[in-house]
């Protein structure tokens, strides 16, 4: 059964947040929702296996560069602070700076780099499968 994993996760915050208080002060804003990654792919359909959400927080010293690598999972994240630049293999550019969201490349070779003064940080949600891995390098 497919399901979208994002929409679940949306619903389960705001069941959350309207537990935790007053619902009438609750704002909800749409960061991020499409059928394409970043540099316009379609994303790949949901696979017949059993769903595993991961998400991770992650911090990018300024100045550092992350490996080349692929994602064989949808993911898409929001840039919590600093500023970061994804490149493609086939050299296509993403800027990114605090608050920006991403529906990240699946299966295309990248990387990141903080061109910034601070450390970036991004928290990233993958919607994968049990037993297959998230990134490969």
Same mark, same amino acid.
Not at 62 to 77: D, S
């Given at each position: ?30 960061? *991020? ?23 991770l ?28 630049t994804?490149? !493609? ?9 605090a ?19 601070? !450390? ?6 993958? *919607? ?6 998230? !990134?490969?390098?």
């Amino acid at each position: 059964m497919k399901k979208n994993y994002f929409v679940i996760c949306a619903i389960f915050f705001l069941f959350v947040t309207a537990c935790a208080g007053n619902i009438h002060n609750i704002e909800v804003k749409q960061l *991020a929702k499409s059928t394409k990654t970043w540099d316009g792919e379609a994303l790949p359909l949901y696979s017949a296996g059993q769903p595993e959400v991961t998400i991770l927080r992650i911090k990018i010293p300024a100045g550092a560069q992350l490996e080349m690598h692929y994602h064989p999972v949808i993911n898409a994240g929001v840039l919590l602070r600093g500023e970061l630049t994804v490149i !493609t293999e086939d050299n296509k550019i993403l800027h990114l700076k605090a608050g920006d969201s991403i529906v990240e490349l699946v299966n295309k070779k990248h990387y990141g780099k903080n061109e910034g003064t601070e !450390t970036a940080e991004i928290i990233v949600f993958y *919607a994968g499968e049990v037993n297959k891995p998230i !990134t490969v390098k």
